[in-house]
């Protein structure tokens, strides 16, 4: 974790999907550009709400996707798909991995385990497209994630986080799809606090599963505590119909946090707006 007066910049297209600008890189999180429909016609198959923020074309230049997982819509869609196999480069778990090097495209697609950690700044890892514009040391680390309850593990599939990190650049948190707060703990305990948490919530659920699949508000904040986070970005709470609860809902949970950096904790990142976030 950095002390200095940095910060990254996060352009929030909706639902998990966001543009992360960190340290000279572009990186677009869990891509979803499909317009508003419904993934099947099963009782729960899940139904997207509203249009990207901001079309993909508009975002500019995407050095990476970083995908938390491959196989839910509300996290790669149809349109999103294709955008991140069309990029320099793709990372996701190792299953996510398997399945879009198999769907073509042009991308360096890169599959990382949990705690596994790539190097940025290495081209024969990550492409030079990607390495020429990573400051030195920049590291990027697959984490540990919980989407929903144990018992449900095998159903939900294989999920991760991400951390971001380099020499004098702020230490970057992405939860991905978790759902535990315990979860979020051991890796606070594992690689310390962070200077900015973007914690997927809106407490996700579908109707067989009696638990939160992602963060719900209050786990929010617990997360948010556990990471010592200096700024928090809330996304994954609008757009889907299986979202439970919204951004008001974070808003609550979050009145009068403030953060040591200056300024409410949680962050105001409105839809389709390229926001700075000040660390």
Request: glycine fraction near 10%; hydrophobic fraction near 45%.
């Amino acid at each position: 974790m950095t002390t200095s007066s940095a910060s990254v910049a996060v352009t929030v297209v909706g639902g998990p999907t966001a543009l992360l600008e960190w340290a000279g890189l572009r990186l677009l999180l869990d891509p979803t550009f499909d317009e508003p429909r419904r993934y099947g016609d099963e009782p729960d198959a899940l139904e997207k709400t509203a249009p990207p923020a901001v079309a993909a074309a508009a975002l500019g230049r995407i050095d990476a996707a970083l995908v938390s997982h491959h196989h839910h819509e509300d996290n790669l869609d149809l349109a999103g798909r294709d955008l991140a196999i069309s990029l320099p480069l793709v990372v996701t778990t190792a299953a996510g991995a398997r399945d879009l090097a198999a769907r073509g495209g042009t991308a360096r697609v890169i599959g990382l385990d949990d705690d596994e950690e790539i190097a940025l700044d290495d081209p024969t890892v990550v492409g030079a497209a990607v390495a020429d514009r990573a400051p030195e040391g920049a590291r990027l680390i697959a984490l540990p994630a919980q989407h929903g309850p144990d018992e449900w593990a095998e159903r939900l599939g294989p999920v991760c986080g991400f951390l971001l990190r380099a020499p004098g650049q702020p230490t970057v948190y992405v939860s991905g799809d978790n759902s535990e707060v315990a979860v979020v703990e051991a890796v606070a305990a594992r690689y310390g606090h962070v200077d900015a948490a973007l914690l997927f919530a809106g407490a996700a659920r579908v109707d067989d599963i009696d638990a939160p699949l992602t963060l719900t508000a209050e786990r929010a904040r617990a997360a948010a505590l556990a990471l010592g986070a200096r700024r928090v970005v809330g996304l994954h709470v609008d757009q889907w119909t299986h979202f439970s609860e919204g951004r008001d809902a974070l808003e609550r949970e979050f009145a009068g946090l403030n953060s040591s950096a200056g300024g409410p904790l949680l962050a105001a990142t409105p839809l389709g707006v390229r926001t700075e976030v000040a660390l």
